[in-house]
Each structure stands twice: as C-alpha cells, then as structure tokens.
C-alpha cells in the first residue's frame, strides 16, 4: 500500500535538521595574516616649526626739529636711500638770518672782551706807580671776566642758529628703503607735526617668534651636545607656501618668560638681498618684508640617524603611543614607544625599538596581543612628496580627511578599540 507523505511535512522534518547540521565543528582556523615593516635607521634632519614675524633690525622716523615750510623733497617714495642722502629741504633765510644775527653778537661780544682786556692791562701797569689803585685793577678785571663769558654765550647762541639751520636738511640716519611722504611740499612742518617719512633698513633682516617653554627646553636639549643653540640652522617659509633660498642663524634668546604665554621671544638673523636691479626710481623689491608674517623652520646643521616607521602603525592610548611587533615565535607584542618628529606617512622612534624590529602595519584591527600570527610584507604605502620632518604636510598640498594638520595628533587609518591612531 502507498502511503503518501504530505510535501509540508518532509519540509518541516529538513527545517528540524538544519540546526543539528549547522552544530557540526568545521575546520579550525589558521592564524591571521598581517602586514609587517622592519624599523629602519634613516638620515633626518629635525626640525620644529613656529609662526614668526620679519623685523627690520633698524627702523626710523623722520620728524622736523624746527618749525618751518617744506620746500623741497629730493626722494623717490617707496625708494632705497643711502645714510647721509638729503631727503627733505625747510625753508631756510629765516634760520640764515638768525646765525648771522648771532655771529654779528659774537664780534660785538669779542671786541667789548679786547677793550676789557686792555683796561685790565692798564689798570695792572699802573699798580705801583701814585696813579695805581687796587680797586681799578680789581674792578677791571672784573669787567674782563664778564666780557669773555659774554662771548662764550654769543658763541653758545650762534652755535645753537647753526644746530636750527642745519635742522632745515633733513639726511637719512641709515641706509633702508624709504615709505610713502606723510607730508607734501608747501606745508609748514614743526616737531609736532609727525612723522615725515619713515625708514627701514633692507639687509640683514630679524625674524621674531615666541617659543613655549617647554619647546625651548627640548631644544636646548636636543642641541646640547651639538653647539647648542648657535648650531641651529633656521629657514623660512613665506605666505605664498615656497621655503626661503636663504639660511639665517639664532642669535638671541629673550631672558624673560611672558607670564601671560608662558612663551619665550627668539630671534634670527637672515639675509635679504634684492630679487634684481634697480629701477629708474631707485625701487628695489627684497623676498622679505618689514612686519611680514612667516612660518620659522629650526633645523640642526647636521641630520641624526633615528628610526622611521610607517606612521599607520603607531596607535595611542592613555599610557602613550605604542606599536604591535611580532617576535622570533611569531607572537604579537604590544611596544611602548616614543615618537620623534614625524611626516603625514613616517614616524620617527627615538626609544623603544632596535632595528630590524618587525612592525604590524596592515591586521592591526584583527591581532591583539600574545596571538601566534603569520607575518608577510606590508602593502606598500601610497606615494608622497618629500617633507623635512617637522610634523607638517608639504608645503602646497591639500590637507585631506586622513592627514592631520600641523602641529597636531598625527592620524591613523587602522586603529584598535580604545586606542587613538597617530
């Protein structure tokens, strides 16, 4: 007899099976694979990147020291000058007049001093004969005295008219390029009109930038053993993104922390020649400019050899920054280490590895530590331009989602949970 089993109850008896068949053990899996770098020594020279501002080493204001009308203007605005060069021309008769108003006192002055000399000398000769009386003699000689101070102060106030007419001719106290004229020809100026002109000299030029306290003593740390801070090379980069062609050199270092930064004034000194020559006017353009603002690079004169790693593999955590590396048996080894300067792709270890070291760069997500992992070549990284390493992206380039701006946190593509990426 055949007996017909419904189609719904052989389905319901294969749903019945599945879970009994999905208990079954399968094959056991084998150990992750990941990517891993060998820390490499690599020639780099350190640098530390700060916001500074271009100063003219000599500045000067051009103000009348008399009162007068302008008569004449013997320079070019926006030209270089020459210490000594004639600028500005005040009206001069009336201060001509004066000197020899005053000179004319002097002579006066000298002759009543020749005439009191003479009667002093006659007075004297006449001291023994019945006609001599020590009264005259005292009396002329008293006269005598004051004749010749009255000809030191004729003298005093012709020297004086001279000073005022000399202070008609305005020369330039320095060599700079010379600003735009506050003042036109015709207008009467006085010591209370202002600033003429101002001055400002060309080359060398000072960069200025405040330096944090604790950066200025991990530079007098990193440059103790290398000539300290005379040893330090300094490069510009200006607005525009393009680095400087010059090098200057620190020279001062403030004595004083500002108690409202907690910052320190540094200073160096760098040439500023002209780009060409002169025009016709006497107009020179220089790269550097007087209260520019620019990013300052300290650099050592001579590059270390330190550690560089791919800066994916560096993760952070509340203890500080650390990597994964797999030793001799293959096991996964979390490594404290501390960082130098880095770019948006190296890191620079300056303790914590030796060389040769194998690093995890690709996996990080899926190995944690003491797991028996299967080490293989990482995926090379994207190509970059070169940076000098000082925790920035090169000049020009765009910052994107996965590069940290400088002097920030660097980022990190693959990070574990609970940890930062740098």
Same mark, same amino acid.
């Given at each position: 007899?055949?007996?017909?089993?419904?189609?719904?109850?052989?389905?319901?008896?294969?749903?019945?099976?599945?879970?009994?068949?999905?208990?079954?053990?399968?094959?056991?899996?084998?150990?992750?694979?990941?990517?891993?770098v060998?820390?490499?020594?690599?020639?780099?020279?350190?640098?530390?990147?700060y916001?500074?501002? +271009?100063?003219?080493?000599h500045?000067?204001?051009?103000?009348?020291?008399?009162?007068?009308?302008?008569e004449?203007?013997?320079?070019?605005?926006?030209?270089?000058?020459k210490?000594?060069?004639?600028?500005?021309?005040?009206?001069?008769?009336?201060?001509?007049?004066d000197?020899?108003a005053?000179?004319?006192?002097?002579?006066?002055?000298?002759a009543?001093?020749?005439?009191?000399?003479?009667?002093?000398?006659?007075?004297? /000769?006449?001291?023994?004969?019945?006609?001599?009386q020590?009264?005259?003699?005292?009396?002329?000689?008293?006269t005598?005295?004051?004749?010749?101070?009255?000809?030191?102060?004729?003298?005093?106030?012709?020297?004086?008219?001279? +000073?005022?007419?000399?202070?008609?001719?305005?020369?330039?106290?320095?060599?700079?390029k010379?600003?735009?004229?506050?003042?036109?020809?015709?207008?009467?100026?006085? *010591?209370?009109?202002?600033?003429?002109?101002t001055?400002?000299?060309?080359?060398?030029?000072?960069?200025?930038f405040?330096?944090?306290?604790?950066?200025?003593?991990?530079?007098?740390?990193?440059? /103790?053993?290398?000539?300290?801070?005379?040893?330090?090379?300094i490069?510009?980069?200006?607005p525009?993104?393009?680095?400087?062609d010059?090098t200057?050199?620190?020279?001062?270092?403030?004595?004083?922390?500002?108690?409202?930064?907690?910052?320190?004034?540094?200073?160096?000194?760098?040439?500023?020649?002209?780009l060409?020559?002169?025009?016709?006017?006497?107009?020179r353009?220089?790269?550097? +400019?007087?209260?520019?603002?620019?990013?300052v690079?300290?650099?050592?004169a001579?590059?270390? /050899?330190?550690?560089? +790693? *791919?800066?994916?593999?560096?993760?952070?955590?509340?203890r500080?920054?650390?990597?994964?590396?797999?030793?001799?048996a293959?096991?996964?080894?979390?490594?404290?280490?501390?960082?130098?300067q /880095?770019?948006?792709?190296?890191?620079?270890?300056?303790?914590?590895?030796?060389?040769?070291?194998l690093?995890?760069?690709d996996?990080?997500?899926k190995?944690?530590?003491?797991?028996?992992?299967?080490?293989?070549?990482?995926?090379?990284?994207?190509?970059?331009?070169?940076?000098?390493?000082?925790?920035?992206?090169?000049?020009?380039?765009?910052p994107s989602?996965?590069?940290?701006?400088?002097?920030?946190?660097p980022?990190?593509?693959?990070?574990?949970?609970?940890?930062?990426?740098?």
């Amino acid at each position: 007899m055949n007996i017909r089993v419904p189609a719904f109850a052989v389905l319901a008896l294969l749903l019945a099976a599945l879970p009994a068949l999905a208990q079954r053990p399968g094959p056991p899996p084998g150990p992750p694979s990941v990517g891993v770098v060998a820390a490499t020594p690599r020639e780099i020279t350190e640098s530390s990147s700060y916001v500074g501002r +271009i100063q003219a080493q000599h500045r000067v204001a051009l103000v009348a020291r008399v009162t007068g009308t302008l008569e004449q203007r013997n320079f070019t605005e926006g030209s270089e000058v020459k210490r000594g060069q004639l600028l500005y021309v005040l009206e001069q008769p009336p201060f001509q007049a004066d000197l020899a108003a005053k000179q004319a006192a002097v002579a006066q002055a000298r002759a009543q001093l020749q005439n009191a000399t003479l009667a002093y000398q006659r007075a004297v /000769s006449l001291i023994h004969t019945p006609a001599g009386q020590p009264s005259l003699v005292d009396a002329a000689r008293a006269t005598m005295l004051s004749d010749a101070a009255a000809v030191q102060a004729a003298e005093a106030q012709a020297k004086i008219s001279a +000073i005022n007419l000399g202070y008609t001719e305005i020369h330039a106290p320095i060599d700079g390029k010379i600003g735009r004229s506050a003042i036109s020809v015709g207008n009467v100026v006085s *010591p209370t009109a202002g600033t003429l002109a101002t001055i400002v000299s060309q080359n060398p030029m000072d960069v200025v930038f405040p330096v944090s306290l604790s950066d200025l003593l991990a530079l007098r740390r990193r440059y /103790s053993g290398k000539g300290g801070f005379g040893s330090v090379v300094i490069r510009l980069r200006l607005p525009d993104g393009r680095m400087y062609d010059r090098t200057g050199s620190l020279d001062f270092v403030d004595n004083t922390v500002s108690t409202s930064t907690d910052t320190v004034i540094l200073r160096g000194r760098i040439s500023n020649p002209p780009l060409g020559t002169a025009s016709p006017g006497g107009a020179r353009e220089r790269a550097l +400019i007087d209260g520019e603002f620019v990013t300052v690079l300290l650099q050592g004169a001579q590059p270390i /050899s330190l550690l560089a +790693i *791919p800066r994916a593999a560096v993760m952070t955590d509340q203890r500080g920054d650390y990597v994964y590396t797999v030793d001799a048996a293959h096991k996964v080894q979390e490594t404290r280490i501390t960082l130098g300067q /880095s770019t948006a792709t190296t890191a620079t270890v300056t303790t914590g590895l030796a060389p040769g070291t194998l690093v995890i760069v690709d996996g990080l997500q899926k190995v944690h530590p003491g797991e028996v992992v299967v080490a293989g070549p990482a995926s090379p990284p994207l190509r970059a331009s070169p940076a000098t390493l000082s925790g920035a992206a090169p000049p020009g380039s765009a910052p994107s989602a996965n590069t940290p701006p400088a002097n920030s946190p660097p980022g990190k593509a693959g990070t574990k949970p609970g940890a930062t990426g740098r």
